[in-house]
């Protein structure tokens, strides 16, 4: 099953949610306010994407930080940003069966994954 991670009220969680829908494709929704990211995802993620990717630096949370916070960004500091602030993680993250991942949405990089099913 595909598994997907977000907010729910984000604006891009909800058109990949859609997109998946309109395609008849069940998924899991994990909510990052609710249920917290737990660590081993969140590793694994950083894994396959690499922590600049999983990074969300375009939304308020980011420019929100102090500066000092921004500087000199390296994967440690990046994972416990992304530990510390949820809402830095690039939404949504979508875990497919065969254990590829999606982060945010882009409907060519949707479709390309899961072309055959959609």
């Known amino acids: 099953m595909i598994k997907v991670f977000g907010i ?3 604006g891009t969680v909800k058109k990949a949610r859609a997109w998946l829908d309109a395609r008849g494709l069940a998924c899991q929704f ?10 081993e995802r969140l590793l694994a993620w950083e894994a396959l994407l690499g922590w600049e990717k999983l990074l969300k630096k375009t939304g ?5 930080l102090p500066m000092d916070a921004r500087a000199d ?3 440690d500091k990046a994972l416990d940003l992304l530990r510390q602030q949820h809402n ?4 949504p993250i979508v875990e497919l069966p065969d254990g ?3 982060s945010g949405f882009v ?3 949707y479709q390309a994954a ?3 099913e959609a």
């Open 107 to 109: 409907e060519a990089e």
């Open 114 to 116: 899961l072309g055959a």
């Open 30 to 39: 994990h909510d990052f306010k609710k249920e917290g990211v737990p660590d």
């Open 8 to 10: 729910p009220h984000c």
């Open 60 to 64: 308020t949370t980011w420019r929100a």
């Open 73 to 75: 960004l390296n994967r």
């Open 88 to 91: 830095l993680i690039r939404r």
């Open 100 to 102: 590829r991942i999606l």
